[in-house]
Nanobody, 124 residues
Framework: QVQLVESGGGLVQAGGSLRLSCVASGRTFIPNGMGWFRQAPGKEREFVAAITWDGSNTDYGDPVKGRFTISRDNAKNTVYLQMNNLKFEDTAVYYC?????????????????WGQGTQVTVSS
């Protein structure tokens, strides 16, 4: 079993920055492909960013390209999401997810493990 714990969410003004962290633990955890998703009230869960097990490849959803950066530190079992130039429409609960392979995926149903989520609220 793998446990994921997100942190770093909060309230920020439009144009500001936040950095989310996701710490993984568990006997079966190895550096896997990881993803960040978000879900706003009344909307479906949306792909935000993802990274391969070694950090060599990343990808982003169109709404966040050029503003968000995903990275990881496998020595700390931690994945980060640096969010810059935040917009009101970035307001959502952000979830960290781990796949069971070395790569990442774009759809939520291909991730086996999920964190509890952290709220990000951007005021306009």
């Amino acid at each position: 079993q793998v446990q994921l714990v997100e942190s770093g969410g909060g309230l920020v003004q439009a144009g500001g920055s936040l950095r989310l962290s996701c710490v993984a633990s568990g006997r079966t955890f190895i550096p896997n492909g990881m993803g960040w998703f978000r879900q706003a009230p009344g909307k479906e869960r949306e792909f935000v960013a993802a990274i391969t097990w070694d950090g060599s490849n990343t990808d982003y959803g169109d709404p966040v390209k050029g503003r968000f950066t995903i990275s990881r530190d496998n020595a700390k079992n931690t994945v980060y999401l640096q969010m810059n130039n935040l917009k009101f429409e970035d307001t959502a609960v952000y979830y960290c997810a781990a796949s069971t392979s070395l790569t990442y995926y774009y759809t939520s149903n291909q991730y086996a493990y999920w964190g509890q989520g952290t709220q990000v609220t951007v005021s306009s």
